[in-house]
């Protein structure tokens, strides 16, 4: 996850470079031609034509944030963030991912470090499996409540909703397995 995590901001980056020397040279060879684009995109918005003009040629004063406003409304890019580092966000995420896709296994590990003869029971096994389900359940809640810090969601919120997101997930793989087992192993 952390090396797609990298991947996708590293191509994302790209792109955005890509886009703005694309929509640069346009600029530079027929600055008018980029102007009435412009105007026509904030007339979309409900900016009156003559409101429109004014702006968009005050605005192509300043090439540069001419070019961060064409590439807003054109294409939906924020303007770059210089500080922005992919290869932060493949790490950062790469040890969430490590620390908390750990929670599920700990039960097995701990109940792996009981003797065998009460470790091979059946209802052990069901029980390891409840408590990695519910530890699951409660740190997806936590990375939830955790995530809200950085949003304008109330903490609750988020955490239900990063829950039932997460957990809406599980039961395809599972049914899978499950039907896998029942009907080629046996």
């Known amino acids: ?76 890019f924020m303007p770059l963030d210089e500080d922005e580092k992919p290869a932060k966000q493949g790490v950062v995420t790469f040890f969430a991912f490590c620390l908390f896709g750990l929670v599920p296994l700990l039960s097995y590990v701990l109940f792996g470090l009981l003797p065998w003869e009460k470790y091979d029971s059946i209802d052990n096994v069901n029980l390891s499996f409840a408590i990695s389900c519910v530890a699951t359940g409660i740190t997806l809640f936590v990375l939830g409540a955790i995530k809200a810090n950085f949003s304008s969601e109330k903490w609750f919120v988020s955490g239900v909703k990063v829950t039932v997101m997460a957990l809406s997930r599980a039961p395809p793989p599972t049914l899978s397995v499950t039907w896998s087992r029942t009907t080629c192993w046996t």
């Open 1 to 76: 996850m952390g090396m797609g995590d990298y991947l996708s901001a590293t191509a994302d980056i790209e792109h955005q470079k890509t886009e703005y020397k694309r929509e640069k040279w346009e600029f530079d060879v027929n600055p008018e031609g980029e102007i009435q684009e412009m105007i026509e995109l904030l007339e979309e918005r409900g900016v009156s034509h003559e409101d429109a003009d004014v702006i968009m040629r005050t605005t192509a004063k300043y090439p540069e944030l001419f070019m961060d406003q064409m590439m807003y409304y054109e294409l939906g």
